[in-house]
């Protein structure tokens, strides 16, 4: 009997505790504008409020972030692993082949 209200109390608990808990936060996209140079040859690639991760074009040279949120760069086309951060402002050279960025 003392272990049933035991239970009982702590599913109650667990319950009320559950219903405090702040919800997650909603991605929101970066303002602005994420530029990519990929050669002479081509257009600049231009990312408006980008949100989430964004596969570069395959011969992508320099990634600059115009929006008002850091970037994150990656080397592989699923923004996973190790990154480079890229200040709102700034640019950077970015790896030939499948990159990525997250904004």
Same mark, same amino acid.
């Given at each position: ?46 990312? %408006?409020?980008?949100?989430? #991760?964004?596969?570069? !074009? ?10 008002? %949120? ?8 699923? #923004?996973?692993? !190790?990154?480079?951060?890229?200040? !709102? ?15």
């Amino acid at each position: 009997m003392i272990v049933r209200a035991i239970l009982v109390s702590l599913v109650a608990v667990g319950s009320v505790l559950g219903l405090a808990a702040p919800a997650p936060a909603a991605v929101r996209a970066a303002s602005g504008d994420v530029v990519v140079f990929s050669t002479e040859a081509q257009p600049l690639d231009v990312y %408006r409020d980008p949100v989430g #991760c964004q596969q570069l !074009p395959t011969v992508a040279h320099v990634l600059t972030n115009q929006t008002d %949120r850091p970037v994150k760069v990656y080397g592989n086309p699923f #923004c996973l692993g !190790p990154s480079v951060v890229v200040q !709102p402002g700034y640019g950077t050279h970015v790896p030939g082949g499948a990159g990525s960025f997250s904004a």
